[in-house]
């Protein structure tokens, strides 16, 4: 979770990895990852470790139980790895023949979560200190509507003085816009000191007016221009037609990829837009400036 995404549960990267492990669409749909009600699954962290664990049990069934192999399948490929480790059943990620055919970011990759996992586990060999941390889970029922950024500042540092609790709050939280005020009566989940601290802090007193104040403060966003879509491009093929109409069309610009795009457009599952256009996964984060796709898909 460290080196994938920084404890950031919201994560997404160029090539369309989302939540806290980065799961790519196809895999974590394959997993059980899908979009409910307009909410990715990847997002939530619970579900996604759970997806997690039981991607790598498979892939150490595929890699005869070669931990290394399997860390370098989650960076580099699972496709990638078994074609390198075919016909050598004992097969090994230091083998220079497997070694030197990975990426350099999956070479580096590996040996920082293997380094990482062995001083969790050993942390008194190196005079390491891990934070006392309460992970009971709690359940905080609003007694009056607030958004988490509220929360994160009614509660303050109390108990966690690094950075407050907004991560903590959006992390558990995962569908949740932190900023949009959720209703009395709405349940979150929360550490279970938090169930206290909110009855003392933010129910009432100054730091609920503070909270409330700075919310009200808050200036909206400039909008953002619309989407170039557009009916026909001279260099595109004709687009296609439904009953009657011209289908609706984007024209990719410099630097874009496809999670960016299916964002700007509203679309919930990025998987049905790279299946209306002919894009598999590993193209998701290097698509050519000036394609047209149809995203039809992503108005209906």
């Known amino acids: 979770m460290a080196k994938e995404s920084g404890g950031r549960v919201h994560a997404l990267s160029r090539s369309g990895a989302a939540g806290l492990l980065q ?51 989650y960076n580099g490929g699972e496709g990638r790895l078994q074609r390198l480790a075919r016909g050598a059943p004992d097969a090994s990620f230091w083998d220079p023949k497997i070694y030197y055919e990975l990426a350099p970011e999956t070479r580096d990759y590996v040996p920082v979560v293997l380094a990482a996992a062995w001083l969790y586990l050993h942390p008194e060999r190196y005079h390491l200190t891990f934070p006392k941390i309460d992970g009971r889970p709690g359940t905080l029922v609003l007694q009056k509507r607030a958004s988490l950024a509220e929360l994160a500042v009614c509660l303050g540092q109390d108990g966690n003085q690094h950075d407050g609790w907004f991560r903590t709050l959006r992390n558990m939280n995962p569908s949740l816009d932190p900023r949009e005020q959720q209703p ?18 933010c129910v ?38 439904a009953h009657g109409k011209a289908a609706p069309t984007y024209v990719v610009r410099r630097g874009e990829n496809l999670g960016r795009i299916a964002q700007r457009l509203g679309c919930h599952n990025v998987t049905d837009l790279a299946k209306a256009n002919g894009i598999k996964p590993k193209e998701y984060g290097s698509l050519r400036a000036g394609r047209v796709l149809q995203v039809g898909v992503c108005t209906q």
């Open 23 to 73: 799961f790519m669409p196809a895999t974590g749909q394959r997993f059980g990852l899908s979009v409910v009600d307009g909410f990715d699954q990847r997002y939530d962290p619970q579900l996604a470790a759970r997806a997690n664990a039981a991607y790598l049990n498979e892939q150490l069934g595929v890699f005869n139980n070669n931990l290394e192999l399997v860390i370098a399948a």
């Open 204 to 241: 009432g007193g100054e730091w609920a007016s503070v909270a409330n104040d700075l919310h009200q403060a808050v200036l909206t966003a400039p909008t953002p221009p619309p989407p170039q879509i557009v009916n026909h491009t001279r260099s595109a093929p004709p687009p296609v037609r």
């Open 184 to 201: 009395a009566s709405t349940r979150l989940n929360v550490p279970v000191q938090l169930v206290s601290l909110y009855e003392r802090t």
